[in-house]
């Protein structure tokens, strides 16, 4: 008695496994739609007159988030010397008491 060749119930309707990582952009990463965005817009820009200094304090909050850290170099748009004397002016208002050390809003 021959037998004669047969697929399997449900093989037609099935697709090949994925790997880990593998996602359906062709970019990589954690997209859903595959749509490459570009560099984000920067949160602030320092204007060119402006002097950065421990008393510029309206200037250095803008620099700090609500819990008191600063922004990094990317969403502040500043370069590398910018961005160090931004630092040292807020360690500075700190110590003196102009700005707050930190936030109290923890949870």
Do not use: H, W
Not at 48 to 77: D, M, P, W
């Amino acid at each position: 008695m021959e037998r004669k060749f047969t697929k399997k119930r449900g093989a037609t309707d099935r697709k090949p496994f994925k790997k880990d990582g593998d996602s359906n952009n062709s970019f990589g990463g954690r997209g859903g739609d595959g749509a490459r965005r570009g560099p984000r817009p920067p949160r602030m820009s320092i204007p060119k007159g402006t002097e950065i200094n421990y008393k510029n304090v309206a200037f250095l909050q803008k620099c700090l988030t609500e819990r008191g850290k600063l922004f990094s170099r990317r969403l502040t748009s500043a370069n590398a010397t910018q961005q160090r004397q931004i630092t040292v002016a807020v360690k500075l208002a700190r110590f003196l008491g102009l700005l707050p050390v930190g936030s109290s809003k923890r949870k």
